[in-house]
């Protein structure tokens, strides 16, 4: 019974990664992302969708991964090399709600799994940061089991950040 229970939650977990490269997959060709574009990923998770951004890049295209800690960086670290990507990728260790990045500087921000920043009130914080950090032509890309959700937060953060560069608010549709 118990080896029954394990083989359907390790068939869970696997169909759900796969679903999530699916819907990576997905979203790259939807936008197209490809060539010498800058993105970051500020939730790599085991990094096989990092890795498959990466081999859709070419230099000086480049694609920065945020790790929380150092056993995922060696593991991620590790993957890279397998993949032979090193030219296009950069694993960085650091805390999402104060990236270590200059203003501007990525075509594309990718955030998933933003329901699991904990305490609630650091998610908008990391949304801060990835407006921060997005080029003024750029895309975020937020990948949740809602939206709706993010809607208030991402406009808050938005609003938050023009103040601080000093540009006037605009009334948004919320």
Request: charge should be positive; glycine fraction near 6%; charged fraction near 20%.
């Amino acid at each position: 019974m118990i080896g029954i229970v394990i083989v359907i939650v390790v068939g869970i977990i696997g169909w759900l990664i796969w679903q999530r490269q699916q819907v990576w997959k997905k979203i790259s060709t939807d936008l197209s992302i490809c060539g010498d574009v800058q993105i970051l990923d500020m939730s790599i998770g085991n990094g096989k969708t990092f890795i498959n951004l990466a081999k859709q890049l070419t230099a000086p295209g480049k694609i920065m991964g945020i790790v929380k800690n150092e056993k995922q960086a060696q593991q991620v670290k590790e993957l890279i090399k397998e993949e032979a990507v090193a030219d296009r990728v950069k694993v960085e260790l650091t805390d999402n709600t104060n990236l270590p990045f200059t203003d501007h500087q990525f075509d594309y921000v990718l955030i998933s799994n933003l329901q699991q920043v904990k305490p609630a009130i650091t998610q908008g914080r990391v949304l801060q940061e990835a407006i921060r950090v997005l080029a003024f032509k750029g895309t975020i890309v937020i990948t949740a089991t809602t939206v709706q959700r993010y809607r208030q937060l991402l406009y808050n953060a938005i609003v938050n950040y023009w103040n601080i560069i000093g540009l006037k608010t605009l009334k948004l549709n919320k």
